[in-house]
Structures are given as structure tokens and as C-alpha cells.
């Protein structure tokens, strides 16, 4: 017998508790991570895959990182992580030459965002973001029912193309305007902003405006163009920055993440985080990862010779990349890349397509190892010449 309160899902009938859903949830879409490797063997019965989609670090985590977490393993999990990660809080404040009260510790960057758009935007308030910015930027400001104020990208031809156009955020700021988020490299141009002129930009936003400079891909970036983001946050409390150990650092799978700000900023943000956010192998995994600068160093001199490599055999298929200053690279084919993307597939090569990012004549493509990026530029030549 069928209560008289229940719907058959799929029945067609309305269901009334949509009507309790918040507005700028039902607006989203979710976002979509590249495709694992034994998805796609799975679908396409495709062996020895490679993925080359999510921006993941090609040699890994830290051998050194491997080993502890190994040996830690073993020890006594039923006990619950420290919540204040006090080792891992005081060694990144010593980094970043902060009080640990300016360190907020989430399970990823991804997170920390979201802690930011709980705080800081809600219904009568505005977030800003550039037109080909990162996915989660949309999903935490409607989420929040907040406005979303998307500044027009840099043009094609422009000497950073589809970058932000830091001029375009100035102009259309308004009063409203709670949180800004800008990535410098971005995800999923690899585009950049000069140093010079986000410190321009900073004394052009008004103080009451926290504006959000994602570093996820800070260490691939020369250090000649970074944003001096440190001494920048001394002189604007409402510069926030965070980072990711998921790219450099190589731990993705444990999901670390972190934001430097000013202590008052930090306060709010730890009201709304939820308890023991971060594991125990995690905050031994990243407190390790900072120590070993010899895998980063490796991790970014691999990157920065095979991208470069990388980009100039796209250019010799007479192919156009956007300049880039973190672990991938845009592709753009002039043409729908849908059918050269299903073509590397059914080769057994994962990269991401973007036209979720309303770029559907671009492919993005993370930088592997030297055999990864092979395997990926003779799939590509057979998908271009089949």
C-alpha cells in the first residue's frame, strides 16, 4: 500500500520539497572531474590508460611522504586527528612568515572557497570572478544565493588571451560586491596576472571586499611573475591567498589544502569549518611534503622542461596553446574538440574537454612524464590524422 504522502520518484508527479531547495542550488550544475582510468577501461574496454586530465603531479607523492604514512598506518586509528593541526599550522606560518592564527586548514582548497562564500555572501551580496574562471567560483556563490558578476575574459588576441581582465573587474565592481576571486596561474587557461598589476588592482578595491587569490599552481610559476602575495596581505587585510597540496606536493588522494589570512578573516572562516576537517595521515603527509623542497623541485623541473616541450610539438601540428604558467596546457582546435577528444579515448588518453568552461573548441592536457606526453602527442596525431 502506497502512503498517501509518497511520491514515485520518476513518476512525473511534482515533488513539493523542491519548493524548500535554495534558488542558487537548483541553478547549479555539479562539477565534473576528469575521468578516473578504470572508468574509462571500463566504458571503452581500453587497457593501460593514462589520465592527463586533472592537473595531478605525474611523479607522485614524496618517497619520504610514502614510507611515514606506511609505518603511521599501523598506529592507532580510532582516535580522532588533531583539529588544530598545530605541527602542520606552525610550520606553514613559519613559511609564510604569519602567527598560526592567520592559517585555516581545510580538506582541499575546493573547501576552504566554500568556507569563504559561507561567511562572506549570502542573499544581497555579489561575488566576481573572470569568464573562464575556475568551476567552483559559480558553485559556492550560488550556492550561497549570492549574485555572481562574471567579468568578460581578455580577448583572443589579446597578450594574455582569455586571462582576467583586472581593468574589466575594476570597472564593474559595485558596492555590493562581497568576495572576489581571482586564480593567478588560472585554472583552466594556465593564464596569469602580472605582479605588478594585481598590486594596482588591490589599492583599487575597496576594504571592505576580501578578495581571494587562489595559488593553487603557485609553485610552477616562475618566480619572476608571481604575485608577492605575502607582502601584499600586510598591506591589505582583505587579501586572503590559498593553496593546495594536491598538485606540487602530489596529494591529491588525501585532499590538504590551506589559507593564509588576515587572524580576524581566519576567526570567521573557523566558525563555519566543520571538526576534524583533515585526517591524520593527511596533516603527517603535508607536514612531511613541505619538508622534502627536493621533490618539488623535481616536480617543477619536470613540469616546466616538458610543457615547454610539449607546447612547441602542439605548435609544430600548427595548433595554438594559451600561455601558461602551471602544471597543463590549453589547446585550442579552431573547431568543436569533441570527436578529438572521444579519439584519444578510445585510445586509452584521458584529458579534460572544456566546454563545461564555454571553451568547446579547447582541450586542456596536465603535463605527464616525458613517456605520458608522448603517448599523449602521437594519440593526438592520429586523432588529428586518422
Not at 574538440?337 to 579534460?352: C, D, K, N, T, Y
Request: glycine share 8%; aromatic share 6%; net charge neutral.
Amino acid at each position: 500500500m502506497k502512503n498517501g504522502n509518497t511520491q514515485e520518484q520518476g513518476s512525473g508527479d511534482a515533488l513539493p520539497f523542491l519548493e524548500f531547495a535554495a534558488p542558487g542550488v537548483l541553478e547549479l550544475r555539479p562539477y565534473e572531474p576528469g575521468m578516473p582510468v578504470e572508468e574509462l577501461q571500463r566504458r571503452l574496454g581500453v587497457a593501460n590508460a593514462i589520465k592527463l586530465a586533472s592537473n595531478e603531479n605525474p611523479l607522485g607523492a614524496s618517497p619520504k611522504v610514502r614510507q611515514a604514512l606506511a609505518q603511521a598506518a599501523q598506529g592507532n586509528l580510532a582516535l580522532y586527528p588533531d583539529d588544530g593541526g598545530f605541527r602542520l599550522k606552525a610550520k606553514l606560518a613559519a613559511l609564510h612568515g604569519v602567527g598560526p592564527e592567520s592559517i585555516t586548514l581545510c580538506n582541499g582548497s575546493n573547501t576552504l572557497l566554500d568556507l569563504v562564500a559561507r561567511v562572506f555572501l549570502g542573499d544581497g551580496r555579489a561575488a566576481m570572478y573572470s569568464e573562464y574562471a575556475f568551476a567552483v567560483y559559480p558553485l559556492v556563490t550560488l550556492a550561497q544565493n549570492a549574485e555572481a558578476i562574471v567579468v568578460p575574459a581578455l580577448p583572443p588576441d589579446s597578450a594574455m588571451p582569455y586571462g582576467d581582465d583586472v581593468d574589466g573587474f575594476v570597472r564593474m565592481l559595485r558596492p555590493d560586491v562581497a568576495v572576489i576571486f581571482i586564480a593567478s596561474p588560472n585554472n583552466p587557461t594556465g593564464t596569469w596576472v602580472e605582479a605588478a598589476e594585481f598590486e594596482r588592482f588591490m589599492a583599487r578595491v575597496p576594504a571592505h571586499t576580501i578578495v581571494v587569490l587562489d595559488e593553487a599552481y603557485h609553485a610552477f610559476q616562475d618566480p619572476a611573475l608571481r604575485i608577492a602575495s605575502g607582502r601584499l596581505m600586510r598591506s591589505y587585510p582583505n587579501l586572503m591567498i590559498t593553496r593546495t597540496f594536491s598538485k606540487a606536493h602530489g596529494l591529491a588522494a588525501l585532499r590538504v589544502g590551506y589559507g593564509v589570512a588576515h587572524p580576524r578573516v581566519t576567526d570567521l572562516l573557523h566558525r563555519v569549518r566543520q571538526p576534524f576537517n583533515n585526517g591524520t595521515l593527511a596533516l603527517l603527509a603535508a607536514e612531511l611534503a613541505l619538508d622534502d623542497t627536493d621533490h618539488v623541485a623535481r616536480t617543477v623541473e619536470l613540469n616546466t622542461r616538458e610543457r615547454a616541450r610539449v607546447a612547441a610539438a602542439l605548435q609544430a601540428m600548427g595548433l595554438r596553446t594559451l600561455p601558461s604558467q602551471a602544471n597543463f596546457l590549453a589547446i585550442d582546435f579552431g573547431r568543436s574538440s569533441a570527436p578529438i577528444h572521444q579519439a584519444l579515448l578510445e585510445q586509452g588518453v584521458i584529458v579534460r574537454p572544456m566546454g563545461s568552461y564555454h571553451l568547446p573548441n579547447f582541450l586542456r592536457v596536465s603535463i605527464g612524464t616525458e613517456s605520458e606526453n608522448d603517448r599523449f602527442l602521437g594519440a593526438l596525431r592520429q586523432a588529428l590524422h586518422p
